[in-house]
């Protein structure tokens, strides 16, 4: 009788643990790939690269500004790095609700910028900016926001601010701008020993003072655009082959889109023709619409907007989008070529989000020169103000 006893409990045992066994397998294999699927769709939402495919992807250059309660990183007290042009408030700019709009994306969130992960990526690396004043604006405002983490360091700046290099001592990390208003070597035309505001491009050449720092330069971001709308002479080797906005007689009007694909065109060829070079993450900065209206910069044109437009209400859209896609184009071709030597090629599309901030320049807050007093600056942008946004696509895209 006690050992009957004794297997029953032995058998009850038995099939106590198998039940429990089974209840931990099942709930295994129901629950664990919904929780790794979670987590999954959780990080591809956050941020997907812009091009991809798939309906999980995420175009963070389509969607549109929202309110947003929240204040800047920074202000023009705590950061003291704010070019005096850019420094709005300081010039009497009394309005601050432009401050208050972020970007939100159609398909996901873009996480709000990050200093402390933007210097732990780039720790050890060299950035610059390369192109005009509107890509020294850019690194202008990432110098604002990374100084909430880490007070940056001055090593090198010319007379007008033209070369201007940082470094972040504590992360190791160098931020340059290098100014090249076409990418491509330029002189300026003279006519009767005074400068006529226009150049002569050496569209097979490109400036020397930006390419002699490439083997030294992790991230490259270039940007150019504003330049080119001027009577400007364009030269292959010697040899003229045309212009824009010139009627010299026997001398072609090639146009503005014709010099802009040219100048991009030789400034990626150098970066895949490197020899010296790392492989370098080289963005494109697609170009950033002005917002002059009721007459350009020198006839009364004025941005007093203090809000957002929607976007199809944005001035010139069709003409912005053409010069966007001249660009695109080129960093699409240079990127196939790229990939097998090492180099990554991206776009950082800024174009259309950008043409709905009519609210965001300087306008007549600006502190110009004394000659251009009365002109608006609706060029450039506030700092703090809505082009903070390119530095928090910019850190999504070097987070992959």
Known sequence: MKERLLNMCNAASLL??????????????????RINFVQENIQTNIFTRPHTNGGRSCNLFKGQWIPDTRDSLYTNFSCTTIPYRRNCFFHGRKDRDFLHWRWKPEQCELPRF????????????????????LARNQMESLLCLLSTEETPKEVYKDAVERFWTWEFPKHN????????????????????????????????????KW??????????????????????????????????????????????SFA???????????????????????????????????????????CNRTRPVKIEDVIGRDSNLEFRKIQVEEIEMAREKGEYRGNRFEILDITEIMGMRPDGHPGLYG???????GYSDCIHWCLPGPIDVWNELLLEMIKR
């Open 16 to 33: 106590f643990y198998t039940a429990i066994l089974t209840i931990l397998l099942t709930f295994y294999l129901f629950y664990y790939p």
């Open 260 to 302: 802009i694909k040219r100048a991009f065109q030789a400034a990626f060829k150098q970066i895949n023709e490197c020899k010296n070079c790392k492989n370098i993450f080289t963005i494109l900065r697609t170009f950033s619409p002005s917002h002059f209206e009721k007459g350009a910069w020198n006839t009364g044109g004025g």
């Open 367 to 373: 502190g110009n020169d004394d000659w251009k007093k």
């Open 211 to 256: 390419s002699e720092k490439l083997p030294f330069i992790d991230y490259a971001i270039f940007s150019d655009f504003q330049w080119f709308f001027r009577q400007n002479y364009l030269y292959e080797g010697s040899k003229l082959i045309g212009c824009v906005y010139c009627q010299t007689p026997n001398v072609t009007n090639l146009g503005i």
């Open 173 to 208: 990390f160098t931020l340059m701008a290098l100014w090249s208003q076409f990418l491509v070597t330029a002189t300026e035309t003279m006519f009767n020993g005074s400068a006529t505001g226009g150049f002569g491009l050496q569209l097979d050449k490109v400036d020397q």
């Open 114 to 133: 990050s200093p402390k992960t933007f210097l732990s990526i780039v720790q050890g690396k060299t950035m610059a900016f390369i192109g005009d004043s």
